[in-house]
């Protein structure tokens, strides 16, 4: 099964926009839309590895995480939403591909997010068909569209199994090129860093030297050997248990994607006595079918893990002889052996085994403990069907819009999965969604509070920070001057604020539970002298200066102070006194007795971009520059 399925039936994987009035000629790099087999966080890297086409690998493999924000998971069929962390939403306002889910049993279908249907997606395990050829542009001029398809009609077949193994291939294409000055057959080679695993490294035969012949493998090839992880354009992209790209599917300790350990029973222990030196001896054997295995030390040492079979056939470290670390193959399985000067010895394998394996340690000096963990199926276990999340309502409350007096707040249904993770509505059935009610809240009476009156009337002035919304309808004020720095008065009163009851006033005494507010507020009025505003004044634009080719014209620019001329008027704010004007070209006629051509076959090309002023242009399309009227 292929790692990255194609989408189920016909996708126009990519749309094309074309430049203005080369519409014919130069498409722009194509826009790659996801489909059901990405998930949208991965698709959304791809948006933006499309919008950022420009930039290094190494700095594609630094975007940071990116999230589909999606409130209703069905608008991503009409256009996909993306954010990166640290920046706004971005979207390029084109929908999802066919097929990309959008709900439990949904996906788009026509810019829809719609069921299944009786048999639901059929995604075709294999590779996509060539292109079909350019459409034509949907206009002649002025900048148009241009598209091309391919359908997911091309199964990819299973390798044989005596087929060549394709990181092999790619290293091989090299036997026939000479690298500084020599041929040499090549092989990959492994023993690379975590973030050179997609570049192609190899070997040379019969040589110790290694080196990079691409920043990249091609498409498709596994990160590692032991892995499920494959290479897209030089990034090592994940590939779950369920094979799925960009899935997080994982296999438990039994083997079982999405499994939770029930099928299988994990034997642990740690081997830490010490013996002579220079002597392999027996620490655990391990029965055929391990899965999980994992062999380390505890803490680094010079002894080595040593493994055979029951028929005393070394697979690695055997017979006082010390092998490098790396990739090996035996017993039916990969085993990955790390052996660093700053770090433990370690041996680990996915399984399974086809045979029992003999662990043995060669002592060299001392053991600070090895510890090992394998896990083995149970007898007659049964695989248990994995179980359906249930999605359903839940009343989601609002807060109360007042503490006291009486307010109201709103309920609404919300989506939960299992009843304990929120989810998207498109997961729960909509014909038994709770309807959205108002609900009354805080119907306690409020605690008297004070509330305050200007003892002026001149103008009126809503309830100050400290009077209570509702008690006072308006209080009036003035202040002691009509301009510069004053100063108003107010009254304050204790007085009832519940309005189920009758408006009164209180002793102070009632009003214990806030402070009283202050009796006098200073009031700041504009200054009491005036300045006389500045501002600009324009004249009328003088006529053009040149009737083609390019002229200017001219204005007055004057501060004025009321109707005195004035040097402080805003700069930021002062008009234009220029305006090139009558830009464009001058028709140049033909002379007569002057043999006037074209020299080149892309003369028609100059005028467009407004180069017959040109010395050499205008020279060599002399033609096609007097025909135009640009």
């Known amino acids: 099964m292929c790692a990255s399925p194609c989408g189920p039936g016909e996708v126009p994987a990519l749309r094309v926009l074309l430049r203005p009035q080369l519409c014919p000629r130069i498409p722009v790099l194509p826009l790659l839309l996801c489909g059901p087999s990405w998930s949208r966080s991965l698709c959304c890297q791809r948006f933006l590895l499309d919008k950022d086409v420009q930039k290094t690998s190494a700095q594609v493999s630094e975007l940071p995480l990116v999230l589909v924000l999606s409130l209703h998971t069905q608008d991503i069929c009409k256009a996909l939403w993306c954010h990166r962390v640290g920046r706004k939403c971005e979207t390029k306002f084109m929908p999802a591909a066919e097929g990309t889910l959008c709900g439990q049993d949904m996906w788009c279908r026509g810019g829809q997010c719609v069921k299944y249907g009786d048999e639901g997606p059929e995604p075709t395990h294999g590779q996509w068909s060539d292109w079909s050829p350019w459409s034509p542009c949907s206009r002649t001029c002025g900048g148009g569209v241009s598209h091309?398809?391919?359908?997911?009609?091309?199964?990819?077949?299973?390798?044989?199994?005596?087929?060549?193994?394709?990181?092999?291939?790619?290293?091989?294409?090299?036997?026939?090129?000479?690298?500084?000055?020599?041929?040499?057959?090549?092989?990959?080679?492994?023993?690379?860093?975590?973030?050179?695993?997609?570049?192609?490294?190899?070997?040379?035969?019969?040589?110790?030297?290694?080196?990079?012949?691409?920043n990249k493998v091609k498409d498709g090839t596994p990160c590692s050997e032991d892995s499920r992880n494959v290479c897209i354009d030089g990034i090592c992209e994940r590939v779950g248990c369920d094979n799925i790209l960009g899935s997080d599917a994982a296999e438990d300790s039994c083997g079982v994607c999405k499994g939770n350990n029930s099928n299988c029973m994990t034997h642990?222990?740690?081997?830490?006595?010490?013996?002579?030196?220079?002597?392999?001896?027996?620490?655990?054997?391990?029965?055929?079918?391990?899965?999980?295995?994992?062999?380390?030390?505890?803490?680094?040492?010079?002894?080595?893990?040593?493994?055979?079979?029951?028929?005393?056939?070394?697979?690695?470290?055997?017979?006082?002889?010390?092998?490098?670390?790396?990739?090996?193959?035996?017993?039916?399985?990969?085993?990955?052996?790390?052996?660093?000067?700053?770090?433990?010895?370690?041996?680990?394998?996915?399984?399974?085994?086809?045979?029992?394996?003999?662990?043995?340690?060669?002592?060299?000096?001392?053991?600070?403990?090895?510890?090992?963990?394998?896990?083995?199926?149970?007898?007659?276990?049964?695989?248990?069907?994995?179980?359906?999340?249930?999605?359903?309502?839940?009343?989601?409350?609002?807060?109360?819009?007042?503490?006291?007096?009486?307010?109201?707040?709103?309920?609404?249904?919300?989506?939960?999965?299992?009843?304990?993770?929120?989810?998207?509505?498109?997961?729960?059935?909509?014909?038994?969604?709770?309807?959205?009610?108002?609900?009354?809240?805080?119907?306690?009476?409020?605690?008297?509070?004070?509330?305050?009156?200007?003892?002026?009337?001149q103008g009126c002035l809503p309830p100050s920070s400290d009077a209570i919304f509702g008690s006072v309808t308006c209080v009036l004020r003035e202040c002691s001057r009509t301009c510069g720095k004053g100063w108003r008065k107010r009254a304050v009163a204790c007085k009832n604020t519940d309005p189920s009851a009758r408006v009164q006033l209180l002793p102070n005494a009632m009003c214990v539970a806030e402070p009283k507010p202050?009796?006098?507020?200073?009031?700041?009025?504009?200054?009491?002298?005036?300045?006389?505003?500045?501002?600009?004044?324009?004249?009328?634009?003088?006529?053009?200066?040149?009737?083609?080719?390019?002229?200017?014209?001219?204005?007055?620019?004057?501060?004025?102070?009321?109707?005195?001329?004035?040097?402080?008027?805003?700069?930021?704010?002062?008009?234009?006194?220029?305006?090139?004007?009558?830009?464009?070209?001058?028709?140049?006629?033909?002379?007569?007795?002057?043999?006037?051509?074209?020299?080149?076959?892309?003369?028609?090309?100059?005028?467009?971009?407004?180069?017959?002023?040109?010395?050499?242009?205008?020279?060599?399309?002399?033609?096609?520059?007097?025909?135009?009227?640009?």
Not at 582 to 606: M, Y
């Open 148 to 214: 091309r398809d391919r359908l997911c009609s091309n199964p990819n077949q299973k390798c044989p199994k005596d087929s060549v193994d394709f990181r092999t291939a790619q290293c091989a294409e090299y036997n026939s090129k000479q690298f500084r000055g020599w041929h040499y057959k090549w092989k990959p080679y492994t023993r690379v860093e975590d973030q050179d695993l997609c570049k192609l490294y190899c070997i040379a035969e019969g040589f110790d030297f290694f080196f990079s012949l691409s």
């Open 268 to 457: 642990r222990g740690v081997y830490n006595k010490h013996h002579h030196t220079n002597q392999y001896y027996h620490m655990i054997t391990i029965p055929s079918g391990a899965r999980s295995i994992h062999i380390y030390e505890t803490n680094i040492s010079t002894s080595y893990i040593s493994v055979r079979n029951i028929l005393k056939r070394y697979y690695l470290n055997g017979h006082w002889t010390v092998d490098w670390p790396g990739w090996y193959k035996f017993s039916g399985a990969s085993f990955d052996y790390r052996r660093s000067y700053k770090e433990p010895e370690s041996l680990t394998s996915a399984g399974p085994t086809n045979e029992t394996l003999i662990v043995e340690l060669l002592f060299q000096g001392r053991n600070p403990g090895v510890a090992w963990e394998f896990s083995l199926p149970r007898s007659g276990a049964e695989k248990k069907p994995p179980v359906q999340p249930r999605y359903t309502w839940a009343i989601m409350r609002s807060e109360c819009s007042v503490s006291c007096g009486g307010g109201h707040l709103i309920t609404k249904g919300g989506c939960y999965r299992d009843m304990s993770l929120q989810v998207n509505t498109s997961f729960c059935n909509p014909k038994t969604r709770p309807a959205t009610a108002l609900v009354s809240c805080g119907v306690s009476a409020c605690p008297p509070r004070r509330s305050t009156k200007l003892s002026l009337v």
């Open 518 to 630: 202050r009796t006098h507020e200073a009031c700041l009025l504009p200054r009491c002298h005036q300045h006389k505003k500045r501002q600009w004044l324009v004249s009328a634009w003088s006529q053009c200066t040149a009737s083609c080719g390019g002229g200017v014209q001219m204005r007055t620019v004057q501060c004025l102070a009321g109707t005195q001329p004035a040097s402080d008027c805003p700069l930021h704010q002062k008009p234009e006194a220029s305006l090139a004007c009558n830009t464009h070209f001058c028709p140049i006629e033909e002379k007569k007795g002057t043999f006037c051509r074209d020299a080149f076959h892309w003369c028609s090309l100059v005028p467009q971009h407004g180069r017959c002023s040109h010395r050499f242009y205008g020279k060599q399309c002399c033609r096609a520059c007097s025909r135009s009227n640009l």
